[in-house]
Antibody, heavy 121, light 111 residues
Framework: EVQLVESGGGLVQPGRSLRLSCAAS????????MHWVRQAQGKGLEWVSG????????GYADSVKGRFTISRDNAKNSLYLQMNSLRAEDTALYYC??????????????WGQGTLVTVSS | QSALTQPASVSGSPGQSITISCTGT?????????VSWYQQHPGKAPKLMIY???NRPSGVSNRFSGSKSGNTASLTISGLQAEDEADYYC???????????FGGGTKLDVL
């Protein structure tokens, strides 16, 4: 059974940093691209970042470029999102999602339950 | 880059068919066959309904179908059921450093 379990969310002050993690199991993690997608309360889905199977292709939404860094550790079956210079508008539920392919397509067949990030003073 | 354009809401009666559109540009929807559709019920994670424009994942009802013409992709749901009432989002691969775009979402009401 495929499982994606996000962790690392919480309450953080504006300007501070947070690191999200996603633990993957039930599939060959190193064979697939992965994504972070967020959803603010009552709002739509927003793609945040994606990374190909070998980290050779990485992309970011314009809203987080230069502040967030995605990475993966295939040996640990884990995906990460380092979030720096956090802003109030980064407050959202952050989902980890598996792509159906080794490269980035956003045909994401499995999603975690999300981890909540709240940026507030 | 702008989000893909979806209607805010659509509605239909049980048994009817509805279509949700997703309009982009030649740099995203029109340029690649990597359009996906997601269903999201309140408080739940999104569920993949269609990928690569028209492919259905295993376990998704064949009442759901996808297509594309030019810069507009479409999701059609036939034989509407009450359980189809949800938010639907499209996504597409896009050229440039921002690799993925989502639509703003469409709320489907089954009357």
């Amino acid at each position: 059974e495929v499982q994606l379990v996000e962790s690392g969310g919480g309450l953080v002050q504006p300007g501070r940093s947070l690191r999200l993690s996603c633990a993957a199991s039930g599939f060959t993690f190193e064979d697939y691209a992965m994504h972070w997608v967020r959803q603010a309360q009552g709002k739509g889905l927003e793609w945040v970042s994606g990374i190909s199977w070998n980290s050779g292709t990485i992309g970011y939404a314009d809203s987080v470029k230069g502040r967030f860094t995605i990475s993966r550790d295939n040996a640990k079956n884990s995906l990460y999102l380092q979030m720096n210079s956090l802003r109030a508008e980064d407050t959202a539920l952050y989902y980890c999602a598996k792509d159906a392919y080794y490269d980035i397509t956003m045909g994401s067949d499995y999603w975690g339950q999300g981890t909540l990030v709240t940026v507030s003073s | 880059q702008s989000a893909l354009t979806q209607p805010a809401s659509v509605s239909g009666s049980p048994g009817q068919s509805i279509t949700i559109s997703c309009t982009g540009t030649s740099s995203d929807v029109g340029g690649y066959n990597y359009v996906s559709w997601y269903q999201q019920h309140p408080g739940k994670a999104p569920k993949l309904m269609i990928y690569d424009v028209s492919n259905r994942p295993s376990g998704v009802s064949n009442r759901f179908s996808g297509s594309k013409s030019g810069n507009t992709a479409s999701l059609t749901i036939s034989g509407l059921q009450a359980e189809d009432e949800a938010d639907y989002y499209c996504s597409s691969y896009t050229s440039g450093s921002t690799l993925v775009l989502f639509g703003g979402g469409t709320k489907l009401d089954v009357l």
